[in-house]
């Protein structure tokens, strides 16, 4: 799991989403993301600085995208 600031993790979302390369995505009850790529693998970021309306933002984002967010 790779701890990360809301900014960082925007960072490295951007250029996923522009590739639908995410099959779906995860946000457990701890705050982590999972990402889940098309080619299996996946990544687990933890946000430490952000409010729970940031992270429902990530959220709208990923779905406007096209990803399904399951918790």
């Avoid at 900014?7 to 946000?27: C, E, G, S």
């Avoid at 990402?35 to 409010?51: N, R, S």
């Amino acid at each position: 799991m790779k701890k990360c600031t809301l900014v960082d993790f925007m960072q490295a979302l951007k250029p996923w989403l522009n590739d639908d390369y995410i099959q779906q995505a995860r946000l457990d009850d701890k705050e982590n993301f999972t990402l889940i790529f098309v080619d299996g693998g996946q990544k687990v970021y933890h946000v430490d600085d952000c409010t729970a309306g940031q992270l429902k933002n990530v959220v709208e984002l990923l779905k406007k995208n096209g990803v399904p967010v399951l918790k």
